[in-house]
C-alpha cells in the first residue's frame, strides 16, 4: 500500500480563488508528521507547512492551511488567494516515528494557475 | 550562502563510470539527507546522517551507492558502476537538530547516464 497517495496528478485554478490539494496517508505509528513542499519548475523544493500527528488546530502558514482529518487520514493543502507564483508541483511527505529521519513522498500534483 | 548547496548541478556520464555528487548543507544542520527524484516522480529517500550518529542507509538502493559525511559538513554520494536507471535529479536536505522535521532541500543535481 502506498504510504503517501496524491490522486490529482494535475489541477487548474483561476487566479484569485482558493483550490484544494489532496493527500491521504497510510501508518500505523500514532506519532507522525505530515509536509507539503512547493517544486515550481527550476527544481527546488519549498518547504510549505507542517502538521503534528498530536497537534489540535490545523497548521496555516500565510496563504496555506493544511486541513488534518486524522480519523480520516487526510491531509489536504489549501491555498487561498492563488497568485500566478502558485503554479508548480506540491508534494504531500510523511515522516514516521517519533524521531525524524527520512520523508516518504507522493507522486505529486501539478498545479496551474490561470488568469 | 544562506541555503543547501549542490554540485554539480548538472551530470552527463557514461554507463560505467563512477561520479561523485555533493552537497554544503546549511551551517550549522546537524542532520543531512539524499533523496532521488526520478522524471516525473515523487522523491525517493536514499541515506540519512545526523550528527555523529550511524546513518540511516535503508533507502539506498544498491550497494553501487555510497555516501560519506565529514563531521556536520559536507556530504558527498558516490554511485558506482552508473547504470542509465540511475538517471535522476539528486537532492540533498538538511535540517536542524531540534527541528529535524523541517528540512531544506538544495536545487538538485541532474544525472544524466548515457
Known amino acids: 500500500a502506498q504510504k503517501i497517495t496524491q490522486t490529482q496528478p494535475g489541477m487548474f485554478v483561476q487566479e484569485k480563488e482558493a483550490v484544494t490539494l489532496d493527500c491521504t496517508y497510510d501508518?500505523?505509528?500514532?506519532?507522525?508528521?505530515l509536509f507539503w513542499y512547493k517544486q515550481p519548475s527550476s527544481g527546488e523544493m519549498i518547504f510549505l507547512i507542517y502538521q503534528g500527528s498530536y497537534d489540535e488546530q490545523n497548521a496555516t502558514e500565510g496563504r496555506y492551511s493544511l486541513n488534518f482529518q486524522k480519523a480520516r487520514k487526510s491531509a489536504n493543502l489549501v491555498i487561498s488567494a492563488s497568485q500566478l507564483g502558485d503554479s508548480a508541483m506540491y508534494f504531500c511527505a510523511m515522516r514516521e516515528g517519533g524521531t525524524a529521519s527520512k520523508l516518504t513522498f507522493g507522486t505529486g500534483t501539478r498545479l496551474q494557475v490561470t488568469l | 550562502g544562506a541555503g543547501v548547496s549542490q554540485s554539480p548541478s548538472n551530470k552527463v556520464t557514461e554507463k560505467g563510470k563512477d561520479v561523485e555528487l555533493r552537497c554544503d548543507p546549511i551551517s550549522g544542520h546537524t542532520a543531512l539527507y539524499w533523496y532521488r527524484q526520478r522524471l516525473g516522480q515523487g522523491l525517493e529517500f536514499l541515506i540519512y546522517?545526523?550528527?555523529?550518529?550511524?546513518?540511516?542507509k535503508s533507502g539506498l538502493p544498491s550497494d553501487r551507492f555510497s555516501a560519506e559525511r565529514t563531521g556536520e559538513s559536507v556530504s558527498t554520494l558516490t554511485i558506482q558502476r552508473t547504470q542509465q536507471e540511475d538517471s535522476a535529479v539528486y537532492l540533498c536536505?538538511?535540517?536542524?537538530?531540534?527541528?529535524?522535521?523541517?528540512?531544506?532541500f538544495g536545487p538538485g543535481t541532474r544525472l544524466t547516464v548515457t
Open positions: 536536505a538538511s535540517s536542524l537538530a531540534y527541528r529535524l522535521a523541517e528540512q531544506y
Open positions: 546522517f545526523q550528527g555523529n550518529s550511524a546513518p540511516d
Open positions: 501508518t500505523s505509528d500514532q506519532s507522525y508528521g
